[in-house]
């Protein structure tokens, strides 16, 4: 299984960004997001479960909103009022529904700057 992400960017302090990882093959369990910071170990962002049931770190509650198209084996990032500390490269990473086995994107580098 690919992911490819997109999406990521310079913005602004209180801007916005989405975020989209589409897999190539498979049929998920679990879809989501995660992020590392420089200097920092990667961190869970947004999961989302196949029955739509989701989990999301406490510093982006109320900011950031994960979604998916399972159709297009597709994973969204909404990402709202960003703040510096959400500079990170950001990972989209599935996990197969029959496996359990996990995959990763490469990542797509988001930087919140004035």
């Known amino acids: 299984v690919q992911l490819q992400a997109s999406g990521g960017g310079l913005v602004q302090p209180g801007g916005c960004l989405r975020l989209?990882?589409?897999?190539?093959?498979?049929?998920?369990?679990?879809m989501g997001w995660y992020r590392q910071a420089p200097g920092k170990q990667r961190e869970m962002v947004a999961t989302i479960n196949s029955d739509d049931s989701t989990n999301y770190a406490d510093s982006v509650k109320g900011r950031f909103s994960i979604s998916r198209d399972y159709a297009k084996r597709s994973v969204f990032l909404q990402m709202n009022s960003l703040n510096i500390e959400d500079t990170a490269v950001y990972y989209c990473?599935?996990?197969?529904?029959?496996?359990?086995?996990?995959?990763w994107g490469q990542g797509t580098l988001v930087t919140v700057s004035s």
């Open positions: 989209s990882c589409t897999a190539s093959s498979g049929l998920f369990i679990m």
């Open positions: 990473m599935s996990k197969a529904i029959i496996s359990g086995r996990e995959s």
